[in-house]
């Protein structure tokens, strides 16, 4: 059973950070490319960003500079660090991991970011 479980969500001030955390079981984690999506209120879900098997990032616009996602595949666990938070920001936040045709979603973490 293929299960992505985040944490590390919550309320935090303008220019606050966090931490997300993705732990990953039921799959080789290692082979996999993992994201972090955010949806707001009323909008799609996009890309915020995304590390490939063999450590490659790529960004949304409005993440890079601020945002870092890193592996450790000897944890099964993908991190978003995020920093210089704005109220834009405001989102459920979900990991994806996808190999070949595989794609698997968490449940997903609540970030509030108040001015």
């Known amino acids: 059973q293929v299960q992505l479980v985040e944490s590390g969500g919550g309320s935090v001030q303008s220019g606050g950070s966090l931490r997300l955390s993705c732990v990953a079981s039921?799959?080789?984690?290692?082979?996999?490319?993992m994201s972090w999506y955010r949806q707001a209120p009323g909008k799609q879900r996009e890309l915020v960003a995304g590390?490939?098997?063999?450590?490659?990032?790529n960004y949304a616009h409005s993440a890079k500079g601020r945002f870092t996602i890193s592996r450790d595949n000897a944890k099964n666990t993908v991190f978003l660090q995020m920093n210089s938070l704005k109220p834009e920001d405001t989102a459920v936040y979900y990991c994806?991991?996808?190999?070949?045709?595989?794609?698997?979603w968490g449940q997903g973490t609540q970030v509030t970011v108040s001015s």
């Open positions: 994806n991991g996808r190999f070949l045709s595989l794609s698997f």
């Open positions: 590390i490939t098997s063999d450590g490659s990032t």
């Open positions: 039921g799959i080789t984690f290692s082979r996999y490319a």
